[in-house]
Structures are given as C-alpha cells and as structure tokens.
T-cell receptor, first 111, second 117 residues
C-alpha cells in the first residue's frame, strides 16, 4: 500500500538557518504530494502541494519538488524564523482521495 | 466561513463510557474524514464519507462508528471507551467529487483531545 517516510525529529535550528526535511514515498501510480504544517495547539494546515513529477510547490518561503526518479518530496526553507516552529507532515494522495501521512517532524527554531 | 469546527476541544472519559465527537463544515464539501493522531505518529484514517448517507472504513475503524445524515455534519461515536482510544482526533473535509481528483485539498478542524482513564 501507499506509505510515506519522513526524516525523524526533533530538529532544532537557529533563526536564519537552512531547513531541510526529507520525505520519500511508496505508491502505485502517480500520487499527489503534500506538506502540511501543525502549529502548537492547532489543526493541520496545507503548506504546499505538487501534483505531478518535477512540479515545485512553494508557500511562505518553503519549497518542495516532486522527484519521481527518487520518489522524494523534500521540504526546504532558506532562512527560518521562530514562527516556523511547528510539526511538519509529508503526505500523499492516490486516486482514492485518501491521504497517507508520514509520522511528522517537529521543528524548533531558536532566536 | 468558519471552515471545519469540532467540539469538544478536550474531554476525559472513564473506561466503558461513550461519547460523540462533533464535526461540522460550512464549505459544502462532499467528502469528510476522521483521523486520530497519536504521539510521534502520523495521522491514521478512522472513517470517511463521500456524501450524505455514505460512509466507509479507514485504517483503524475498530471501536468507532460514524453517520452522515447531512452534508455539513459527520459525528464520530465511541461506544465503549478504552485507554487505547486516548488520542487527538481531527476531522477534515474536501470537495472530493468535484473533478479535482487527487489534487483535492483536505481542510482540518482544530482537533479534540480525548483521554480515557
């Protein structure tokens, strides 16, 4: 079945550091890929998505590129802020409309 | 629009008690979902619905029931609470069958934190 493997956390960074969270997937066919973010005490929010190979999703300074050859969708941000402290989830969706989530990566950014 | 709303925010149950977690969306979405989130784990799908009157099991349906009598509401029922059901529960909704196919975005509620003692 479909599955997502995410880099384990927690990750602690200083402000303005570069952030990368690795995500690889296993799926039949050509899934859509998503990154969701969960701020403390809140529900999940869609951060970005990509629907086909080589697509790049971007939002709020975050980027991720859909790499079919490596089955990956790594999340990157060039200069993090304290407000980026959150849990980040990679997810995929195949044709049955159901999302499969990774375990989540907790990111803490220190001033 | 309020989006997806869930009640209650927190609840403590004793073993064997029952309760209903409420979920309402005002976006006229066809699809609705219930997930649970355990510490250090991703979200697991409990049940989902593709429209009023239609529900189906997800990955972890045991111990739960759902109904979908209206487009807006998708309550989750725990009949005999067990400590293994201690978790954070999230409801979500999406357009689903609007032609957006697998790009369909799910919108999440703020969650209900349930503890079973």
């Amino acid at each position: 079945g479909d599955s997502v493997t995410q880099m384990e956390g927690p990750v602690t960074l200083s402000e303005e550091a570069f952030l990368t969270i690795n995500c690889t997937y296993t799926a039949t066919g050509y899934p859509s890929l998503f990154w969701y973010v969960q701020y403390p005490g809140e529900g999940l929010q869609l951060l970005l998505k990509a629907t086909k190979a080589d697509d790049k999703g971007s939002n709020k300074g975050f980027e991720a590129t859909y790499r079919k050859e490596t089955t990956s969708f790594h999340l990157e941000k060039g200069s993090v802020q304290v407000s980026d402290s959150a849990v980040y989830f990679c997810a995929l969706r195949s044709n049955d409309y159901k999302l499969s989530f990774g375990a989540g990566t907790t990111v803490t950014v220190r001033a | 629009n309020a989006g997806v709303t869930q009640t209650p925010k927190f609840r403590i149950l004793k073993i064997g008690q029952s309760m209903t977690l409420q979920c309402t969306q005002d976006m006229n979405h066809n699809y609705m979902y219930w997930y649970r989130q355990d510490p250090g784990m991703g979200l697991k799908l409990i049940y989902y619905s593709v429209g009023a009157g239609i529900t189906d099991k997800g990955e972890v349906p045991n111990g739960y029931n759902v109904s979908r009598s209206t487009t807006e509401d998708f309550p989750l029922r725990l009949e005999l609470a067990a400590p293994s059901q201690t978790s954070v529960y999230f409801c979500a909704s999406s357009y689903g069958s609007s032609g957006k196919g697998k790009t369909d975005t799910q919108y999440f509620g703020p969650g209900t934190r349930l503890t079973v003692l």
